[in-house]
């Protein structure tokens, strides 16, 4: 079976090894127990998917130690997403970013083309909101990442849920104690289309409501500053 350590500074370092080298591991975060590896290695992700025998059509997430970290890998989140992530995270919200440099690092990209033929690359990411997470993502670095479980079944919650159910094909589960599971993130992405710009692909741990509540506060401060600043450059103008 796979070892199960508590997370101190020995586990963290040896952690960081088993990623540097493609492996895969078991982590806890604020909703459920995740599964890891390095968001730039093709072979890692690849393994990934065969822990969690997930199908190879679905995407996984990239969990980040804050916001700005997305920079790194040239993505971007639109208005009034990015508002709307800033206010939610750290925590169960994970926006769609843009993809917007055509040559990232990571191998972990969504492609679709739309019915006009337009290519549009996005990536999910998340900033888990438990401070053991965080210690693991500041040494070890962004994480491709989806939930410790066998796909369609549900989410661990603790270490040894992990190891009931994916055994040794995991490299290393690091235990932190429960986590409050088993509902996982709200995944949103920007849709122009849908109303306050936000379509709810996923509702999770933060109820739709919510999600869409603040970003209707976002759009109507946003109306009210693009008005106030239209008239005085008519004020200006006259």
Same mark, same amino acid.
């Given at each position: 079976m796979?070892r ?9 370092q040896?952690?960081?090894h /088993?990623?540097?080298? =493609?492996?895969? #591991?078991a982590i %806890?975060?604020?909703t !459920?127990?995740g599964?890891? *590896?390095?968001?730039t ?5 690849q ?6 025998h ?7 997430q990239?969990l980040?130690a804050?916001?700005?970290? /997305?920079?790194?890998? =040239?993505l971007? #989140?639109?208005? %009034?997403l990015d508002? !709307?992530?800033?206010?939610? *995270?750290?925590?169960?919200f994970?926006?769609?970013c843009?993809v917007d440099?055509?040559?990232t690092?990571?191998?972990?990209v969504?492609t679709?083309?739309d019915e ?5 690359r996005t ?10 997470a ?5 040494l070890?670095?962004?994480l ?6 066998i ?5 661990a ?6 190891e009931q159910?994916?055994?040794d094909s995991?490299?290393?589960?690091l235990?932190a104690?429960?986590t409050?599971?088993?509902v ?6 920007y849709?122009a ?7 709810i ?5 933060i109820?739709m409501?919510?999600v869409r509540?603040?970003a209707?506060?976002?759009?109507a401060?946003h ?5 106030h600043?239209m ?7 006259e």
């Open positions: 796979a199960i350590l508590t997370v101190d500074q020995q586990s963290l040896l952690a960081q /088993i990623i540097a080298q =493609g492996g895969v #591991i %806890p975060t604020d !459920v127990y599964v890891a *590896c390095d968001p290695s093709k072979e890692a992700v393994r990934l998917f065969v822990v969690k997930r199908p190879a059509q679905k995407t996984v990239i980040v804050q916001l700005s970290d /997305i920079h790194q890998y =040239g971007s #989140i639109p208005f %009034p508002m !709307v992530a800033q206010h939610f *995270c750290p925590g169960g994970s926006p769609i843009n440099d055509p040559d690092a990571l191998v972990t969504r679709q083309t006009h033929g337009n290519i549009h990536q999910a990411v998340r900033v888990p909101a438990h401070l053991e965080q210690q693991i993502l500041a070890c670095g962004p491709a990442a989806s939930s410790a479980n796909s369609g079944m549900q989410a919650t603790s270490a040894q849920e992990v159910m994916l055994g995991v490299d290393l589960i235990d104690g429960p409050p599971g088993p996982a993130s709200t995944v949103c992405a849709n289309q849908e109303p306050q710009c936000m379509q692909l996923r509702e999770g741990t109820p409501t919510e509540e603040f209707q506060q976002v759009l401060e109306m009210n500053h693009e008005e600043v008239k005085h450059e008519q004020r200006i103008a």
